[in-house]
């Protein structure tokens, strides 16, 4: 195996850069860092990543078009953090420095996102293995702004919408660590002080006089249900402002694909269920359908069950229709003189075959 992206630590740190060959020992090391994963490349085979065919130059080198570059990503997590951990501190001028940097690398993803309309969102592409409140920040933001573009949001209106993201828990800095760390469930009365994170979030970004009024107000409602009855003012739908409404859908996606202490993440496809299981209760349903149409469902690399019994790994995804990617049938699964890979969206004779899971025994 080849490796085919860059891989950083939990520092930001270039661990291994792609086209190194992966041996056993690098295997070890690897997971000894806690990555869960890579990416590879087959000799002789084009690379994909976050569901996009990347483009092969005459040089024989790649042309990466994720969401939004890993640099930008570390960029982004590093400001955010600086700025929580200011605030945490009462540091005003190094949260005034901060606020400034997440203001500039928000434009940054903005331009980065906008100039890539068809990208599709491989939620794994956004995952690290540690320090989630940040990077849950980030990763918010960048699903946000992904469907304001989609929404065609002017500038100005992906600007609020990604700064309301990228802030939305700041207000946790302010709720008592032994209620915000606690692992096991928390008592009603606990759940009642982690409700007031988005009151206290707004509260502190309103006193700041630097962020536009639906952004606090998108801080202040990222909580508020479809069906009113969210937190923490009970809002009917017409009452709340898109930029919550995306945020709400964005927050509770990323939230429910990490890892986290009491339970396992949900795959997309779970992920994705669930929002379309909520749509017109908790989440608006046309956010919900804007959402669902650039997010990555079977992201490449899952191994999928398909309705006619066989079994095949996802090698692209298609923006056209992310339900119907292209898959590489097992060796033990295509039939004789049969074609082993699948085009479930351009070939008309696969018309009636679907995806219908994940198959988590591999």
Same mark, same amino acid.
């Given at each position: ?35 869960? /994963?890579? &990416?590879?490349r087959?000799? +002789?085979?084009?690379?994909? #990543?976050? =569901?996009?065919?990347t483009?092969? !130059? ?24 600086k ?12 949260a ?12 940054d993803i ?19 293995f540690?320090?989630?409140t ?21 500038r100005? /209106?992906? &600007?609020?919408?990604?700064? +309301?993201?990228?802030?939305? #828990?700041? =207000?946790?800095?302010?709720?008592? !660590? ?5 692992i ?15 009151q206290?979030g ?27 009855k969210?937190?923490?003012?009970g809002?009917?739908?017409d ?37 379309? /299981? ?14 669902r ?8 690399g ?20 992310i ?6 049938l097992h ?23 679907t ?8």
């Amino acid at each position: 195996m080849v490796l085919a992206k860059d891989l950083y630590g939990d520092r930001n740190n270039l661990l291994l850069v792609s086209g190194t060959v992966i041996t056993e020992a690098l295997i070890d090391g690897i997971k000894r860092v806690g990555c869960g /994963g890579v &990416y590879v490349r087959e000799p +002789g085979k084009e690379i994909w #990543d976050a =569901g996009i065919k990347t483009e092969r !130059k005459k040089d024989n080198k790649s042309v990466k078009q994720g969401v939004i570059s890993t640099k930008l990503k570390d960029n982004a997590v590093d400001a955010i953090k600086k700025y929580f951990i200011a605030v945490s501190n009462g540091d005003t001028l190094m949260a005034e420095f901060s606020f400034y940097a997440i203001k500039s690398v928000l434009d940054d993803i903005i331009n980065e996102i906008s100039s890539n309309k068809s990208a599709l969102v491989n939620i794994a592409d956004l995952k690290v293995f540690d320090e989630y409140t940040y990077n849950h920040s980030v990763n918010v933001a960048v699903l946000a702004i992904m469907v304001g573009v989609t929404a065609k949001m002017s500038r100005n /209106g992906l &600007y609020r919408l990604g700064m +309301g993201a990228i802030l939305h #828990d700041i =207000g946790k800095i302010f709720v008592p !660590k032994e209620v915000l760390n606690k692992i096991e469930p928390l008592t009603p009365e606990e759940l009642e002080i982690m409700k007031k994170h988005s009151q206290y979030g707004s509260y502190y970004l309103k006193k700041q006089n630097a962020l536009p009024s639906e952004s606090i107000f998108a801080v202040l409602t990222h909580h508020e249900r479809y069906d009113s009855k969210g937190y923490p003012l009970g809002l009917p739908p017409d009452k709340q402002i898109i930029e919550g409404k995306i945020i709400s859908v964005c927050d509770n996606y990323d939230a429910i694909t990490s890892d986290r202490p009491y339970r396992q993440a949900f795959s997309p496809s779970e992920a994705i269920e669930h929002l379309m /299981g909520n749509s017109g209760m908790m989440f608006d349903p046309d956010v919900v359908n804007l959402f669902r149409k650039k997010v990555v469902l079977y992201p490449v690399g899952t191994v999928v069950r398909l309705s006619n019994g066989r079994k095949g790994t996802v090698v692209e995804n298609s923006p056209a229709n992310i339900m119907r990617p292209k898959i590489r049938l097992h060796t033990d699964q295509a039939g004789s003189g049969e074609e082993n890979i699948y085009d479930l969206y351009n070939d008309p004779a696969l018309y009636n075959v679907t995806v219908i899971g994940i198959d988590k025994d591999r």
